[in-house]
């Protein structure tokens, strides 16, 4: 079969779930199925850098707004000279101008949806009805599109992203020596959240509970991977509440693995997600976990597998303390089966699933 080509879009030039798994779903398909794969993003993008030094041909591009016609008639121009196949888009903007850029180069028009948010269903908003095909991160999301977005259930698939299950191996590392390492007391009960640093993460909610439960439970000490948007806002709570003694706040690491490691318990108090990988990996570490349901977290609930909460300061910190004390229920949730999320999360299967779309709108069997 004529091996495909794939042109992803990407607006956005921030390093985050989204973009890890754009990156991680080319490289997939480029070396399991020997596709070709290119990159439209905008020039100082981190996605862009990355995949270049992952032997990906990216081109950069305005992506000025939604009817940036220009850049629309470059990522055509593009797509004709490596005779493209399909254009996958990303953000809100990129889509609008890859659906263009589709119409302009006969390529077909795949819109990848990774967030939870619901999008309007104002008439003039059609673009998502263009799509010859949606892919989205979690079933909700999908179930979104066709509740308050009109897309056929034919037309859109979940399809989640995958993780690399040869890289986040629970006895990969040593728990102690990454701790001395970070500068964390190896006696400690460590929480830990990891990801980018945005508004819907809410931050300001797991340093609220840091602060308190540190004062009724002094063995603990919490530690936060990251940057982003709001990375003033986390730097500035913690020195004006004085919490740099019991709160580890680290860059992100090209390890993820490793900084999981370190973590008892991992919690995420987001208000909006899709599949949030972290949480995946953190499962597959074997570690205790608290997150909120919302997004498609729950895609990932299975036989009790974490503790889910509403996105609630005051029940993140209950369930928290539960584990706290109670030793027994920690490590039961610590010893979490992996297979679920082996079978249903795994690289393998992400890149599987999405190949197979890409054959069923171009037509084309084994």
Not at 45 to 67: D, I, M, P, T
Not at 225 to 249: H, K
């Amino acid at each position: 079969m004529k091996k495909i080509n794939i042109l992803h879009t990407e607006w956005s030039t921030g390093w985050g779930g989204q973009e890890m798994r754009i990156l991680s779903e080319s490289l997939a398909l480029r070396d399991t199925y020997g596709a070709k794969v290119l990159l439209a993003t905008r020039d100082g993008a981190v996605l862009g850098q990355k995949a270049r030094e992952a032997g990906l041909e990216v081109e950069y591009f305005g992506f000025k707004n939604s009817l940036d016609i220009r850049s629309a008639y470059g990522i055509a121009k593009l797509a004709k000279k490596h005779e493209i196949d399909i254009i996958n888009t990303h953000s809100g903007k990129d889509t609008w101008i890859g659906w263009m850029a589709s119409i302009l180069s006969g390529a077909k028009f795949v819109r990848t949806r990774h967030i939870g948010n619901k999008i309007s269903s104002h008439p003039l908003n059609f673009v998502n009805k263009r799509a010859d095909f949606i892919i989205t991160t979690g079933e909700q999301i999908r179930q979104n599109f066709i509740d308050f977005n009109g897309i056929l259930p034919s037309k859109i698939k979940s399809i989640p992203t995958g993780i690399d299950t040869k890289i986040f191996e629970p006895n990969k590392y040593d728990k102690n020596k990454v701790r001395d390492e970070l500068g964390i007391p190896r006696s400690a009960v460590c929480v830990g959240s990891m990801g980018l640093f945005r508004e819907v993460k809410r931050l300001d909610i797991f340093l609220n509970i840091a602060l308190n439960i540190h004062k009724t439970h002094p063995n603990t000490h919490f530690l936060l991977v990251g940057s982003g948007d709001t990375e003033s806002f986390v730097r500035d709570f913690i020195s004006m509440q004085e919490m740099s003694e019991f709160v580890t706040l680290l860059p992100f690491s090209p390890e993820p693995a490793k900084m999981l490691s370190a973590m008892d318990i991992f919690m995420l108090t987001s208000s909006s997600e899709g599949v949030p990988q972290t949480l995946m990996q953190a499962l597959f570490m074997q570690k205790a976990c608290i997150a909120t349901n919302v997004g498609s977290v729950r895609d990932l609930f299975f036989k009790d597998n974490f503790l889910l909460c509403d996105c609630d300061e005051n029940q993140l910190k209950s369930a928290l303390k539960l584990l706290l004390e109670h030793p027994q229920m920690l490590e039961n949730l610590s010893s979490n089966k992996q297979e679920f999320v082996r079978t249903n999360f795994s690289l393998e299967k992400m890149a599987s699933d999405v190949y197979s779309v890409y054959k069923e709108i171009l037509g084309r069997k084994e």
